[in-house]
C-alpha cells in the first residue's frame, strides 16, 4: 500500500499537468461549445472525478464558460412563436389549448364550460391548432379579416390559430387593430408578454381577452410556453374568464 | 301691502325656479336620464312583435328536440347516459327550468311593446334635464326682474308676464307631450323589467347558454353518431336535427340579447332610481300653476298705489 503512492502521485500530477496545458492551449470557441457536455459534471455533486476538474473549476477564467449556457434568447423578442398544436391523448392534454371558466370560477379549478365540440375527452379543453401564420407574431399586429365573421357567426381570423369550433360556432382570436402591438420580452428564460390587443371573434361579437402573458423559454431551443387569463367584463360572456395556454417554439423574424 | 303682496310673489316664483332648475341635480337626472337613453335605444332591436316571436319559435324547436330525447336515450340504452351525455342530461333536466325563465323575459318584452313605444315617442331622455332647468332659470329670471321693477306700469308688469308665460307654459308641456298617458306606461315598463333587469337574472340566462350549448353541442357530437351507431335513423329525429340546424341563428341572436341585458343593468337601475315616471307630467304641473298663480296675483295688484323701493 505505501508504496504504491508515489505512483499515484506521480500519475495524478501528470494527468493535471496535461490538463492544465489542454486547457491553456484550447480557444474559447472550443470551450463554449463543450461547456453544456461538462456542466452537469462539474455540478453534479455524485461526479467520481473530483481531483481532475477540481483546477479548473477553480479558474474563474475558466469557470464561466461552462456554468453559463449560451441565451439565445434574451432581450426583446421579435419573430415568431409558433404554435404546437394541442392534443389529448391518454387523458394529458399537451400543446396549445383555451379553456373558459364560469362567473365565479378559478383558473385552476373551474368550473370550466364544458365544449361538446372539443376533441378531447375531457370537454373542458378546446384544442388550440396553428393558423396560417403558423402563431402568434411578436411585433406586428395580426387583425381579423372584415368581415369579421360568416353568416353563421364563425370568426373567420385565422392566422394565428385556426378557428376552433364551440358550442357549434367557431371562435376565432386576432389583434385588435386599435390595440398595441403585441410586444414580448425575455429575462433569464422568463417570458412577459404585451397581448392586451388580443381579441376573439365568436358567434357574432368580439370579446377581449387580452393580457399581459407570463411564461418561459428554453435559451438554447426557443421552446417557449406563454399563458394567461383574461376576464370579459360585459356583453353576453360578462364574468368568464378566458384561459389561454400557447406553447412551440419561438423564431427571431429575419 | 301692495307691494308687499308683489315682492312675495317674485320671491315665491324665484323659490320654485330654483326648486325647478335644481331638480335634475337633486335627482341625478344628467347622469341618468341619459343612461335611460342609451337603455332604450339600446332595446330597440328586440322590442318589436317579429324578434320575440322569433326567439319564441327558437324555445319551441328546443322544446321539440327535448321532447325526442327521451326516445333516444332509450335507443341508445347506455346505462351511464347521464354520465357519458352529462351536457345532454342537464339539457334535458333543466329544459323545463329554461323553458319557464325564458318564456316569461319574453313575455315581459312582448306587453310592454306598447309601453316602450309610448315611451319612446316622449322626448330623447338626455333632454329631460333640461325640461327642467330651462323654465327654472327662466322663472328665476322672471322672479328677479319683477322684483327690482315692480308692476306700476304696462312695461313693468313684463316679467310678471313672462312668469305667467312660463307657468303655463309648465303646464301645458305634459299635455302637449301626452305624458299623462305616456309616462305611466314607462312606469308600468319599469315595473315590469325590474325582475329581469338584474345582474343574477342575467347570469341565469347565462347559464342557460351553456346548458342549450352544451347539450346541442354533445347531442350533434357525441349522442347522435352514438345512436347512429345502434342502427338508428337520425331522420326519425327532426326535432334534433332542426335544433342542432338552427342553434347557430340562436346563438347569434340569444348573444346580443344577453348582452344588451347584461350591459344595460345598470342603465336600468339608474332610470329605477329616479323618481316614478307617473310623478313625471306633475313635477312640470305642479310649479306652472304655482307660478302662473303668483303671476296672476302679481298683475291684478298692478292698479293699486305702488311703493317703489
Request: proline content about 8%; charged content about 15%; aromatic content about 10%.
Amino acid at each position: 500500500m505505501s508504496s504504491s503512492h508515489p505512483t499515484l502521485r506521480l500519475a495524478i500530477g501528470a494527468i493535471a499537468a496535461l490538463s492544465l496545458v489542454g486547457a491553456a492551449c484550447g480557444d474559447d470557441e472550443t470551450t463554449s461549445t463543450t461547456a453544456p457536455v461538462t456542466q452537469p459534471d462539474v455540478t453534479d455533486p455524485s461526479s467520481t472525478e473530483p481531483s481532475v476538474t477540481e483546477p479548473m473549476a477553480t479558474d474563474p477564467a475558466s469557470t464561466t464558460p461552462l456554468t453559463e449556457p449560451m441565451n439565445l434568447f434574451e432581450g426583446e423578442l421579435v419573430g415568431l412563436f409558433a404554435i404546437a398544436a394541442g392534443q389529448c391523448v391518454d387523458g394529458t392534454v399537451t400543446g396549445s389549448w383555451f379553456q373558459m371558466v364560469q362567473p365565479g370560477g378559478t383558473a385552476d379549478a373551474g368550473p370550466y364550460v364544458p365544449n361538446g365540440d372539443s376533441a378531447c375527452a375531457d370537454t373542458n379543453y378546446s384544442l388550440l391548432s396553428p393558423g396560417m401564420a403558423a402563431g402568434l407574431r411578436s411585433g406586428e399586429l395580426q387583425v381579423a379579416p372584415d368581415p369579421a365573421f360568416d353568416e353563421s357567426g364563425n370568426g373567420l381570423a385565422a392566422d394565428i390559430f385556426a378557428p376552433v369550433p364551440f358550442f357549434g360556432v367557431a371562435f376565432a382570436g386576432a389583434m385588435d387593430a386599435g390595440g398595441p402591438t403585441p410586444a414580448v420580452t425575455a429575462a433569464d428564460g422568463e417570458l412577459n408578454a404585451d397581448l392586451t390587443a388580443f381579441t376573439a371573434y365568436y358567434g357574432g361579437g368580439t370579446f377581449n381577452q387580452g393580457a399581459v402573458a407570463t411564461g418561459t423559454i428554453d435559451p438554447m431551443t426557443g421552446e417557449y410556453v406563454l399563458e394567461w387569463t383574461s376576464l370579459i367584463s360585459g356583453g353576453s360572456f360578462d364574468g368568464f374568464t378566458g384561459v389561454w395556454h400557447l406553447e412551440g417554439v419561438f423564431t427571431p423574424a429575419g | 301691502m301692495t307691494a308687499r303682496v308683489q315682492r312675495l310673489a317674485a320671491i315665491a316664483a324665484i323659490v320654485i325656479g330654483v326648486g325647478v332648475a335644481a331638480a335634475p341635480a337633486a335627482f341625478q337626472m344628467f347622469s341618468r336620464a341619459p343612461e335611460g337613453g342609451t337603455m332604450m335605444d339600446e332595446f330597440e332591436p328586440y322590442m318589436s312583435a317579429d324578434v320575440i316571436s322569433e326567439f319564441r319559435s327558437y324555445l319551441a324547436t328546443i322544446e321539440t328536440a327535448t321532447d325526442e330525447l327521451a326516445t333516444v336515450r332509450s335507443a341508445v340504452g347506455d346505462p351511464n347516459f347521464d354520465t357519458a351525455y352529462v351536457s345532454v342530461a342537464q339539457l334535458e333536466a333543466q329544459w323545463p327550468t329554461v323553458k319557464a325563465d325564458m318564456t316569461d323575459l319574453l313575455d315581459r318584452m312582448d306587453r310592454n311593446l306598447d309601453n316602450y313605444a309610448a315611451v319612446t315617442a316622449l322626448p330623447p331622455f338626455p333632454m329631460f334635464p333640461w325640461f327642467f332647468v330651462v323654465p327654472g332659470v327662466l322663472i328665476i329670471a322672471g322672479g328677479v326682474w319683477a322684483l327690482r321693477r315692480g308692476t306700476s306700469s304696462p312695461v313693468r308688469r313684463a316679467p310678471w308676464y313672462l312668469v305667467a308665460a312660463l307657468g303655463l307654459g309648465m303646464v301645458a308641456a305634459p299635455a302637449m307631450f301626452q305624458m299623462f298617458s305616456r309616462a305611466p306606461q314607462g312606469a308600468e315598463m319599469i315595473d315590469d323589467f325590474r325582475p329581469m333587469m338584474t345582474v343574477e337574472r342575467v347570469r341565469d340566462v347565462q347559464s342557460y347558454f351553456i346548458t342549450l350549448g352544451g347539450g346541442e353541442s354533445q347531442l350533434r357530437a357525441s349522442l347522435m353518431p352514438a345512436l347512429e351507431a345502434t342502427g338508428a335513423d337520425l331522420a326519425d329525429y327532426p326535432g334534433i336535427a332542426a335544433f342542432s340546424s338552427a342553434w347557430p341563428a340562436m346563438l347569434q341572436d340569444f348573444n346580443p340579447m344577453i348582452a344588451t341585458m347584461r350591459d344595460n343593468v345598470d342603465n336600468f337601475q339608474a332610470v329605477d332610481a329616479l323618481p316614478s315616471f307617473d310623478l313625471f307630467p306633475w313635477f312640470f304641473v305642479a310649479p306652472g300653476v304655482i307660478v302662473a298663480a303668483m303671476a296672476a296675483i302679481a298683475v291684478r295688484r298692478r292698479a293699486d298705489p305702488i311703493t317703489q323701493e
